[in-house]
């Protein structure tokens, strides 16, 4: 196994993720608790010491499983990363009460790393809002060791990133983002690993992967790879992309069966960086996949000043991309909750005037439309 540095810790490269634990009969509430142990003690054995899990994950058992698997092993062999539930705003005056809780759920006294969960559009204002004295509490319970380090996650956006590392950045000690070679340049990750280096905060990864996306290439993309690396397995380009980036220090991956943990360890067993070109190619290969299915907005902002309802339609063309990509998902509609109703997708009258300026010749109406159509039926 690999071991980065970390203040004065040897963290495994590679850590579990318990937000996709095998479960029973496609139900995500009914984890399948000796399957989720096995792999546990798999990983443990092959050298992994960093768990992450969470308050919502599995309906909220994912906390109780790992609590219950992890406490078979001492302490000081593994370090356990959870979080603070802020994508559910009605939680921002339950911090002391879920954070109690949680070290119960766990099985545990102190938590090694503890997160702000979710950093985004919907709650960026809450989570900077003194009045829930969230982040005093969360510095507290660190200053005491119940919190050994302190970090965040973030779904949201480089402005929305910028606005909490601007607040709380000397506090954060750690940032888990979404980063793989697709989201490099999709999701402007690479901007995002800029800021966090500006601000001396180390990577966390979440989602190499792309939620299973980049283990199932087409044969085509396939073919690519191996023309490169013939012995070098598809998952494991994900994870060669991350071992090229300095500022990744752990990769979490949310495996779900004995077999794919064998295989991420095994991945992890040393480290193979891309060569400048074999990055050039995979990112180009990324592009290309993003082409087939996502408009091709160059945000110019023509369209802006031609809209009679003044909607920010180069934003709102790129959360109808990453939805179209995604074939739905959280995050779109995530972001969105936060905009007034009068600058959603649907309030396009479908005018046509944004069209005229458009360089890029977009059918803009006819985006606006299909997205406000997709997210009613993701409500």
């Known amino acids: 196994m690999i071991y980065k540095d970390f203040q004065d810790l040897k963290l495994s490269a590679l850590g579990m993720g318990a937000m996709r634990l095998p479960v029973f009969d496609g139900d995500d509430s009914r984890i399948d608790e000796a399957a989720a142990k096995e792999m546990v003690a798999y990983a443990m054995e092959q050298g992994v010491n960093y768990y992450d899990t969470a308050w919502g994950y599995h309906d909220g058992n994912s906390e109780l499983v790992m609590g219950s698997a992890l406490k078979e092993y001492p302490r000081d062999r593994f370090y356990l990363a959870t979080k603070f539930p802020g994508y559910d705003l009605s939680n921002m005056t339950k911090v002391e009460e879920i954070f109690e809780k ?3 759920k766990c099985q545990v006294e102190y938590f090694d790393f503890y997160l702000f969960h979710n950093v985004c559009e919907m709650n960026v204002d809450a989570y900077l809002d003194e009045k829930y004295g969230i982040y005093d ?3 507290k319970q660190r200053a005491n060791g119940r919190i050994r380090h302190l970090g ?3 779904h949201g956006s480089y402005d929305v990133m910028e606005r909490f590392l601007e607040k709380y950045g000397k506090s954060m000690e ?3 983002i979404q980063l793989n070679y697709l989201d490099w340049s999709f999701q402007d990750a690479k901007a995002k690993v800029e800021l966090l280096k500006k601000y001396r905060i180390p990577v966390w990864v979440m989602e190499p992967l792309r939620g299973g996306r980049l ?6 993309e396939e073919a690519g790879l191996k023309a490169m690396r013939p012995k ?8 060669r992309f991350l071992q090229s980036i300095p500022e990744v220090t752990v990769v979490l991956s949310g495996m779900s069966n004995m077999e794919q943990i064998k295989e991420n360890i095994q991945t992890f067993q040393e480290e193979k960086p891309l060569s400048e070109e074999e990055m050039k190619s995979l990112l180009a290969m990324a592009d290309e996949m993003v082409r087939k299915i996502v408009l091709p907005c160059t945000a110019c902002h023509y369209c802006m000043s ?9 934003t709102l063309l790129a959360f109808y991309n990453e939805h179209c990509f995604t074939n739905g998902g959280f995050i779109a509609p995530m972001a969105l909750s936060s905009y007034p109703k009068d600058k959603l997708p649907s309030v396009c ?3 046509r005037s944004c069209e005229a300026v458009c360089p890029q010749r977009i059918r803009i109406s006819e985006a606006m439309a299909d997205f406000a159509e997709k997210l009613n039926q993701t409500e």
């Open 102 to 104: 949680q070290l119960q």
């Open 137 to 139: 509490y969360l510095m």
């Open 152 to 154: 965040f996650s973030a």
């Open 174 to 176: 750690f940032c888990q």
């Open 215 to 220: 283990a199932n290439l087409t044969e085509e």
């Open 232 to 239: 070098e397995k598809i998952p494991a380009w994900a994870f």
């Open 306 to 314: 031609h809209c009679p309802r003044g909607l920010d339609i180069p």
């Open 349 to 351: 009258i479908g005018c």
